[in-house]
């Protein structure tokens, strides 16, 4: 029903793919991360959200048709049966499942269990094989709460009251969960957030995610004090051009699940990192395979070993797909 080939996850009897990373005929999109979602497809099937975004990424002309699927509902695809489910990671992505003669198959693309309002949580679904990624798919990958992990940038902005705060997090689900996060934890200033974030944060508003204050850092003549102790929001690529130099003594924080690892965060220059990421951690990935208790367990992309060889010591078969392509846009 389902197999791995080099444009990605292959349905020969529904002749689709899953998160193709080459144009294909028929794609089914699991959510708008630029790895899992690309343009130039025939037709494509998504949820709304994700449709929507593809188009604000890519323009009108991102595919020649496409076929919106609500969370639940069932679709037949050449006698396959599918339907989305949420997977808890960005604004409208989803689990996509496929089922065809009493075998249901479950591919969660990307997928975290914590607490995030910037879009739908996580439901597990039962079924016989579970397709999970593995992006933090190690023992030493505990992510803390990510309020906590605020709370040192409002600690830092108290600290050094002149100091602009750039926060590098990725455009697509990162950037306005940090933004929500931050209104959530209490504060009310204005947010500046670069050119490339603007359209993604007014569709999220438009969705009903509010973001309060949210204005552009731009400035009319240059004026070195214009932000100071301003919270300033941009893509991680933004504050390694001239970009990041209009700020005043700038003070470069990283919103990413990477962000645990020391050396990842000395070597891009940054100054406060923030451990808030949209993937599970280690405990979170055994947490969903024990819940949905799948009869056989594929591993994507990520550390797979590791987590094929913790089913295999709780007997559950698993094995890893090796699927190259996703490079993780969201963390
Ligand atoms: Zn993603």
Known sequence: MLHPTPAGLFCPIGRFHVDPVRPVERALITHGHSDHARAGHGRVL????????????YGEDFCQSEQAAAFGDEIEVDGVKVSFHPAGHVLGSAQIALEKDGLRIVVSGDYKRGVDPTCAPFEPVACDVFITEATFGLPVFHHPDPKHEIGKLLTSLKQFPERSHLIGAYALGKAQRVIRLIRDCGYDEPIFIHGALARLCDYYTSQGIELGDIRPATLEKKDPNAFKGAVVVGPPSAFQDRWARRFN???????SGWMMVRQRAK????????V???HCDWPELLETIGEIAPSEVWVTHGREEALVRWCELKNIPARPLHLVGYEDEGD
């Not at 709304?48 to 188009?55: A, H, P, S, V, Y």
């Not at 003594?249 to 919103?255: K, T, V």
């Not at 070597?267 to 923030?274: A, K």
């Open 46 to 57: 998504a949820t709304r959200q994700t449709l929507d975004i593809m188009r604000i990424r």
């Open 267 to 274: 070597q891009g220059g940054v100054e406060l990192p923030l």
């Open 249 to 255: 003594e700038p003070l470069i924080a990283f919103a």
């Open 276 to 278: 808030i990421s949209d």
